[in-house]
């Protein structure tokens, strides 16, 4: 079992940064792959950024390739998404999300995702 918070998020101008954190607590988080996921309203979630366990691999929706960036801590249990360049349709609740693999799982369903944080809020005002 992994728990996972979130935290980072708020109201940012259209073109600025923020970063986001997730905490992790639960034996087997550094030995999971997570991601960042996000709901806008009126929409349903759509996957952001995934990482492998050993924080290798990123990947990246193209929405958001090149602007924003995600890296862990293994040490530390927490996980991150640096986001720059921020829009106003990056608005949404921001999840993070950990997985029983090493792995993310790009065929299944959210990647493959298990355990879910409540989300963070971020405003992109233009």
């Known amino acids: 079992q992994v728990q996972l918070v979130e935290s980072g998020g708020g109201l940012v101008q259209a073109g600025g940064s923020l970063r986001l954190s997730c905490a992790a607590s639960?034996?087997?988080?550094?030995?999971?792959?997570m991601a960042w996921f996000r709901q806008a309203p009126g929409k349903e979630r759509e996957f952001v950024a995934a990482i492998s366990w050993s924080g290798g691999s990123p990947y990246y929706a193209d929405s958001v390739n090149g602007r924003f960036s995600i890296w862990r801590d293994n040490s530390k249990n927490q996980g991150y998404l640096q986001m720059n360049r921020l829009k106003p349709e990056d608005t949404a609740i921001y999840y993070c999300?950990?997985?029983?693999?090493?792995?993310?799982?790009?065929?299944?369903?959210?990647?493959?995702?298990?355990?879910w944080g409540k989300g963070t809020l971020v405003t992109v005002s233009s």
């Open positions: 999300a950990a997985s029983d693999s090493s792995s993310y799982l790009p065929g299944k369903e959210n990647y493959g995702m298990n355990y």
């Open positions: 639960g034996r087997t988080f550094s030995t999971s792959a």
